[in-house]
C-alpha cells in the first residue's frame, strides 16, 4: 500500500494525472492514506471538484477519512465558497470524533470559514480551542483583516501577544500596523512598534516589511515626523519603503518633497514601479502640479515601460479637476483606452462641485449614476448566483 501511495503522490508531483483515476481503480486495496492523497492531490493542484468527488467516493465506500483528509476538503470548499458544503464536512468531522483534538483540522475550520465569509463561525472555532499553534493564530487574524474586521483583529493581536508564546508572522505584524493607520490608531500601532523593537526578528527581509509598515502607520496616523526618522534610519531601502514615503508626503501637503525624493530614489538606482506612480501623480494632484504631473504620466509608459491602469487614470482626473481644468480633465476622460468607472466621473464632479461648473457637473453625475446602477445590478446577480450555489 505504501508503494501504490507513493505512485499517487509522483503522479501529482509531475502532472501525469490522465491515467491516475485508471490506476487508482486498479488497486484492490485502497486504505485511507491512499484516498487521502487522492483528495490531497486534486485539491493542491486546483483540481477542487475532483477533490471533492473522491472525498464523496471515499464516505460511500465506507473508508472513514482522517483529519489531513478533511483539511484537504475544507481547502477545496474555501477556492468553491462553499460554506455550507463546509458546514456538513463540520458536522461530518463532530459525528465521527474526528475534529475533537486536532489542532491542524480546528485551524483548517477557522481558515475555511473565514475564507466563506462565515468569520463568526471561524472566530467560535478558535475560541474553544484548548490548545492553539502559530498557524492558527495567523490564519485567525488574517481572517479578520480580510473579513474587515478590524477590532476582532486588533483584539486577537493582543491576545496573541499577551496570552501565548507565539509569534506572529511579519505579514500579520504589517496588517495589524495597516489597519492602525487606516483608522488613525497611534496608540495601538505604537504599540505594535514597541513589539518588534522587543522581539528578535528572523531576517532581514522580515525587518524591511515591518519597517515599510510602520512608515506607512506612522504617515497615516498623524505621526509624520517619526515616518521620517524612521525612513531616514532604514539602510536596506526597497522600492516599497521609498513609494510609502513619497505617498507620505504627499498625503500631508509636502507636494514638493514628494517629487525630491523621487529623485534621489533614482540616483540610488532604484527602479520605481506601477505604484510609485500613484503616490507621484497623488502627490501632484495635493499641490495642484499640473505640468509635473503631466510628465511623471508620460514618463511612466515611455521610460519605465509601465501601463497605466485605473488608478492612474483617476489620479490625472484629480490633478486636473483640484487645479481646475475641468475641460482638461473631461477631455482626459474622453481619451482613456479603457472604459472609465464611476469613481472617475465622480472625482470629476467632485471638482465641477467645487469650481461650480454645472452643465459638466450635470454629464458627470448623469455617467456615475449609469455605472453605479450596472454595477448594482451585477452586484445582484453574483450575489444570487454565489447563494445558489451554497
Request: net charge neutral; proline share 1%; aromatic share 10%.
Given at each position: 500500500?505504501?508503494?501504490?501511495?507513493?505512485?499517487?503522490?509522483?503522479?501529482?508531483?509531475?502532472?501525469?494525472?490522465?491515467?491516475?483515476?485508471?490506476?487508482?481503480?486498479?488497486?484492490?486495496?485502497?486504505?485511507?492514506?491512499?484516498?487521502?492523497?487522492?483528495?490531497?492531490?486534486?485539491?493542491?493542484?486546483?483540481?477542487?471538484?475532483?477533490?471533492?468527488?473522491?472525498?464523496?467516493?471515499?464516505?460511500?465506500?465506507?473508508?472513514?477519512?482522517?483529519?489531513?483528509?478533511?483539511?484537504?476538503?475544507?481547502?477545496?470548499?474555501?477556492?468553491?465558497?462553499?460554506?455550507?458544503?463546509?458546514?456538513?464536512?463540520?458536522?461530518?468531522?463532530?459525528?465521527?470524533?474526528?475534529?475533537?483534538?486536532?489542532?491542524?483540522?480546528?485551524?483548517?475550520?477557522?481558515?475555511?470559514?473565514?475564507?466563506?465569509?462565515?468569520?463568526?463561525?471561524?472566530?467560535?472555532?478558535?475560541?474553544?480551542?484548548?490548545?492553539?499553534?502559530?498557524?492558527?493564530?495567523?490564519?485567525?487574524?488574517?481572517?479578520?483583516?480580510?473579513?474587515?474586521?478590524?477590532?476582532?483583529?486588533?483584539?486577537?493581536?493582543?491576545?496573541?501577544?499577551?496570552?501565548?508564546?507565539?509569534?506572529?508572522?511579519?505579514?500579520?505584524?504589517?496588517?495589524?500596523?495597516?489597519?492602525?493607520?487606516?483608522?488613525?490608531?497611534?496608540?495601538?500601532?505604537?504599540?505594535?512598534?514597541?513589539h518588534i523593537v522587543r522581539r528578535s526578528c528572523s531576517s532581514i527581509s522580515d525587518t524591511l516589511l515591518e519597517n515599510n509598515a510602520l512608515i506607512d502607520m506612522y504617515a497615516k496616523s498623524g505621526d509624520f515626523d517619526s515616518a521620517v526618522t524612521l525612513f531616514k534610519s532604514v539602510t536596506n531601502k526597497n522600492v516599497v519603503t521609498w513609494t510609502t514615503m513619497i505617498m507620505g508626503y504627499g498625503m500631508h501637503g509636502l507636494s514638493r518633497e514628494a517629487l525630491q525624493l523621487f529623485d534621489e530614489m533614482t540616483k540610488f538606482g532604484i527602479r520605481p514601479d506601477s505604484i510609485t506612480f500613484i503616490a507621484l501623480l497623488s502627490a501632484c494632484s495635493h499641490g495642484k502640479l499640473v505640468e509635473e504631473g503631466k510628465k511623471f504620466y508620460l514618463s511612466m509608459q515611455r521610460d519605465y515601460n509601465i501601463d497605466p491602469e485605473m488608478k492612474h487614470f483617476g489620479c490625472m482626473v484629480d490633478l486636473y479637476g483640484r487645479a481646475g481644468l475641468l475641460e482638461e480633465a473631461h477631455n482626459f476622460i474622453e481619451s482613456m483606452p479603457v472604459e472609465p468607472t464611476e469613481f472617475i466621473w465622480a472625482a470629476l464632479l467632485s471638482s465641477c462641485r467645487i469650481y461650480k461648473n454645472l452643465d459638466l457637473g450635470e454629464k458627470a453625475a448623469i455617467e456615475a449614476l449609469i455605472l453605479n446602477q450596472h454595477t448594482l445590478v451585477t452586484n445582484i446577480r453574483r450575489f444570487r448566483t454565489t447563494e445558489g450555489s451554497e
Open positions: 500500500m505504501v508503494v501504490s501511495t507513493s505512485l499517487v503522490e509522483m503522479y501529482f508531483k509531475y502532472g501525469n494525472l490522465s491515467g491516475l483515476v485508471y490506476l487508482f481503480d486498479e488497486i484492490s486495496e485502497r486504505d485511507v492514506v491512499l484516498w487521502t492523497a487522492m483528495v490531497t492531490g486534486f485539491s493542491q493542484n486546483g483540481l477542487v471538484y475532483e477533490a471533492l468527488e473522491f472525498f464523496a467516493r471515499m464516505v460511500r465506500e465506507g473508508i472513514r477519512p482522517n483529519g489531513i483528509t478533511l483539511s484537504s476538503v475544507l481547502s477545496a470548499c474555501s477556492k468553491l465558497m462553499v460554506v455550507n458544503l463546509g458546514k456538513s464536512v463540520h458536522g461530518f468531522s463532530i459525528r465521527n470524533d474526528v475534529f475533537k483534538d486536532d489542532v491542524v483540522l480546528k485551524t483548517a475550520f477557522v481558515d475555511m470559514y473565514a475564507k466563506c465569509r462565515n468569520l463568526d463561525y471561524g472566530i467560535r472555532i478558535f475560541d474553544g480551542m484548548k490548545e492553539k499553534s502559530s498557524v492558527s493564530w495567523n490564519v485567525i487574524i488574517t481572517g479578520c483583516a480580510n473579513n474587515g474586521s478590524n477590532d476582532d483583529m486588533l483584539q486577537l493581536f493582543k491576545e496573541m501577544i499577551w496570552s501565548s508564546r507565539e509569534r506572529p508572522k511579519s505579514s500579520i505584524l504589517a496588517s495589524v500596523l495597516q489597519v492602525c493607520g487606516g483608522t488613525t490608531d497611534l496608540l495601538h500601532g505604537r504599540e505594535v512598534h514597541g
